[in-house]
Nanobody
Framework: VQLQASGGGLVQAGGSLRLSCIAS????????VAWFRQAPGQEREGVSW????????FYADSVKDRFTISRDVAKNTVYLQMNNLEAEDTAVYYC???????????????????????WGQGTQVTVSS
């Protein structure tokens, strides 16, 4: 599978952006899709993840109540709606896919980078204060 992220840009603090991640290839059997971000000089961090077929979305505490992950199965696209953006949200955002369901004891790691095997190129989000 190949992932293509888009929708980044420059926005003022308090503004909104919607990122898109289009998957080419057969992803309906993939277990989960996630958004990560990496700010300059920092490690990549998980932002949100969602089961591709169904399920409750999960968010990092830093974005909870501001970001919303969703999917359009027909379009094979996953979105990240980002509202009330803050300067600290400035980063390159990546989408990633995981094929298999993790074992129960590893479910808490679903916002960890090693849990995902397929990555798209990033899209830059810059929030000006």
């Amino acid at each position: 599978v190949q992932l293509q992220a888009s929708g980044g840009g420059l926005v003022q603090a308090g503004g909104s952006l919607r990122l898109s991640c289009i998957a080419s290839g057969f992803t309906s059997d993939y277990y989960a899709v996630a958004w990560f971000r990496q700010a300059p000089g920092q490690e990549r961090e998980g932002v949100s993840w969602l089961r591709r077929r169904a399920g409750v979305p999960f968010y990092a505490d830093s974005v909870k109540d501001r970001f919303t992950i969703s999917r359009d199965v027909a379009k094979n696209t996953v979105y990240l709606q980002m509202n009330n953006l803050e300067a600290e949200d400035t980063a390159v955002y990546y989408c990633a896919d995981r094929l298999n369901r993790p074992i129960l004891s590893e479910m808490h790691k679903m916002l960890d980078e090693p849990m995902y095997s397929y990555w798209g190129q990033g899209t830059q989000v810059t929030v000006s204060s």
